[in-house]
């Protein structure tokens, strides 16, 4: 007979084969221990422990911290965006991940625990990171003479490249981690949900940017142009480049 938290306790214990984790075998065997939980006299209970007592200890510390998180957030984002409607058109995008990390979990047969809420949240980053930058690229295409109609086409082209390319090479890096029993759920997590969201960023950013501005699409910015090189002065006539004396 043991103590714990101050009360006499018996403890079970065992081992789990390998790629099972623990929380998923003990939610599995926790329904099944129903029967015997309710014919269990007064002062008598049952308590899970372990990995799982562990695990849900870290969601809680998430929970807790995960106000704060999104504030930090969201701070950040208004001063790189410094307008509250681009802020939410960033934001709106983040659970776009959900459906790709859902359909990655289910087709890899991982669970959804503690590593992989941090996969998600992680995610999360990623894809407004992307959106940060295409709603970036709009809004100086914008400012340098473009209508907002040819800004959104514009500057999803130019950076559909990038933005893929930065996707693959993360998901390229997740894949020695795809095989983890315990870091294998948050690998899955940020392959699957950030490769559906970024075809999905490309395609529902730019119309979700259209409908929101849909009553200035025709606007243009002021046509910002660069200013000219001052030439320097030889004998009162300006003096000519170097490439168009050499012709």
Do not use: C
Request: charged share 15%; no cysteine; net charge neutral.
């Amino acid at each position: 007979m043991w103590r714990r938290n101050r009360d006499m306790a018996i403890t079970v214990r065992t081992d789990v084969v390998d790629g099972v984790q623990a929380p998923d075998v003990t939610n599995q065997i926790w329904p099944k221990l129903k029967d015997i939980r309710d014919k269990l006299e007064p002062a008598y209970r049952i308590e899970p422990g372990g990995a799982f007592e562990e695990s849900a200890k870290g969601n809680a510390s998430i929970f807790i911290l995960f106000p704060v998180m999104v504030m930090v957030m969201l701070t950040l984002l208004m001063i790189q965006l410094q307008s509250f409607s681009r802020l939410t058109l960033v934001f709106l995008t983040a659970p776009l991940g959900i459906v790709g990390a859902s359909l990655g979990l289910n087709v890899a047969n991982q669970p959804f625990g503690f590593v992989a809420l941090l996969g998600l949240i992680a995610l999360a980053g990623m894809i407004m990171r992307n959106t940060v930058i295409l709603v970036d690229q709009i809004e100086t295409d914008v400012a340098h003479g473009l209508t907002r109609r040819e800004a959104i086409v514009e500057a999803t082209v130019r950076r559909a490249r990038p933005v893929v390319l930065t996707a693959l090479a993360a998901i390229l890096a997740m894949i020695p981690l795809s095989r983890s029993a315990f870091w294998g759920p948050m690998a899955i997590t940020i392959m699957g949900g950030l490769f559906v969201a970024t075809f999905l960023t490309l395609l529902y950013l730019p119309g979700l940017y259209a409908l929101w501005f849909r009553k200035s699409l025709e606007e243009s910015g002021a046509g910002e142009q660069p200013a000219a090189a001052p030439q320097h002065q030889v004998g009162g006539q300006p003096a000519f480049p170097l490439a168009e004396a050499a012709e």
